[in-house]
């Protein structure tokens, strides 16, 4: 399958089959995922696989983050897309791990008088940051779709991020995703693509 392929035929998996990755297929996605671009090459992520017991633990933070992003679900979807997503928020869709993403936590102020330079010099740290663990985050969605494994890249748990860096036992990074992988068990449909983005300026 080349790129191309991989790209277009990837899919944000939400149930997945009760089968354990093995280690070592994990690894390699994850290795291979680190060479991504990154901000000055400072690579200033980390990623965290967690299995077991502490993924149950941290499902039950997340849980908690489903509740809070409901209300904002219902204003954008139908009931049946809302009911669909919070049964994968809760429960993961029996991935057999998960990969947080993490990156450096930086401490800023943006006021609204700021000019757009100002605003950008001040929060670079964490903008570059934010890019950055986004390029490793989609070379792991197509590594892992590359090996026959299903993944999905989720925001909603930034709602309780408190809960989780503290079941973690993490202070001092800022979570940027939690992904699901695994061993896919359905075949999600092809999603339109949105309106014209491409925009040719000569």
Not at 25 to 39: K, R, T, Y
Not at 60 to 66: D, G, Q
Not at 154 to 173: C, F, S, V
Request: hydrophobic share 40%.
């Amino acid at each position: 399958m080349n790129l191309s392929e991989l790209i277009r035929g990837r899919r944000s998996i939400r149930k997945y089959l009760d089968k354990d990755i093995p280690r070592e297929v994990l690894d390699e996605i994850l290795q291979d995922a680190l060479w991504a671009p990154s901000g000055t090459n400072r690579q200033n992520w980390d990623v965290y696989v967690v299995e077991g017991k502490k993924k149950d633990k941290l499902l039950e933070s997340i849980i908690v983050a489903s509740d809070i992003v409901k209300p904002k679900l219902e204003k954008m979807f139908p009931e049946k897309i809302v009911n669909i997503t919070m049964t994968f928020l809760r429960t993961l869709g029996g991935a057999p791990a998960l990969l947080l993403v993490y990156m450096p936590r930086s401490t800023f102020e943006i006021r609204l008088d700021m000019s757009s330079l100002e605003k950008y010099q001040t929060e670079y740290d964490r903008y570059n940051n934010s890019l950055s663990a986004a390029a490793l985050i989609q070379n792991i969605l197509l590594l892992a779709q590359e090996k026959g494994l299903g993944a999905c890249w989720l925001t909603a748990p930034k709602n309780a991020e408190d809960r989780i860096n503290e079941e973690m036992g993490l202070t001092d990074k800022e979570l940027v995703s939690v992904i699901t992988i695994g061993y896919p068990d359905q075949n999600p449909p092809v999603p339109p693509r949105k309106g014209e983005k491409i925009h040719w300026v000569s």
